[in-house]
């Protein structure tokens, strides 16, 4: 942590209505407490099992799942979902999986349909650009970098 963050953070929470004198130690101590990751995983397995049709759940709980290693269930359910429904949320994780299986052209045409579907631009703009870059089309990449660039300077 630079310091300079973390006095902003303390100004920022005086600013919010923070208590006067509160200690800083205690923001410190819960901004950089270890993650529970199997505590996530059992809060996105309840809620899929409570809305198991919201795609949200299911791409959520496919993307811990994949983290902790478990390519069949991703494997099982994210081409089902992506049957059903298009959410960009799915669509992009169904990128990010095509990139990591060196499937460009897959990964290219779900970036599009994020873009089209009102998905985070930033993020599809610049996988674009990646894609891009890897069969050397320059002028794809300046566009598609701009495009991820002016998408997130606003957020």
Do not use: K, N
Request: glycine share 8%.
């Amino acid at each position: 942590w630079d310091a300079h963050v973390f006095d902003s953070l303390v100004s920022l929470g005086m600013g919010a209505g923070d208590a006067p004198g509160t200690s800083p130690v205690l923001l410190a101590r819960a901004i950089t407490v270890p993650r529970v990751s199997s505590l996530e995983l059992a809060i996105l397995e309840g809620a899929h099992r409570t809305q198991p049709d919201d795609p949200v759940w299911t791409v959520r709980l496919a993307q811990a799942r994949f983290a902790f290693g478990d390519t069949a269930f991703t494997d099982s359910v994210l081409p089902r979902l992506l049957a059903r429904s298009r959410d960009p949320e799915a669509l992009l994780f169904a990128a990010a999986l095509a990139e990591r299986r060196g499937d460009d052209p897959r990964r290219a045409a779900l970036l599009v349909e994020v873009l089209a579907r009102g998905g985070d631009t930033a993020t599809a703009e610049a996988g674009l650009a990646a894609v891009a870059a890897a069969a050397e089309r320059w002028s794809d990449v300046a566009h598609h970098l701009r495009a991820a660039f002016a998408t997130a300077r606003g957020s």
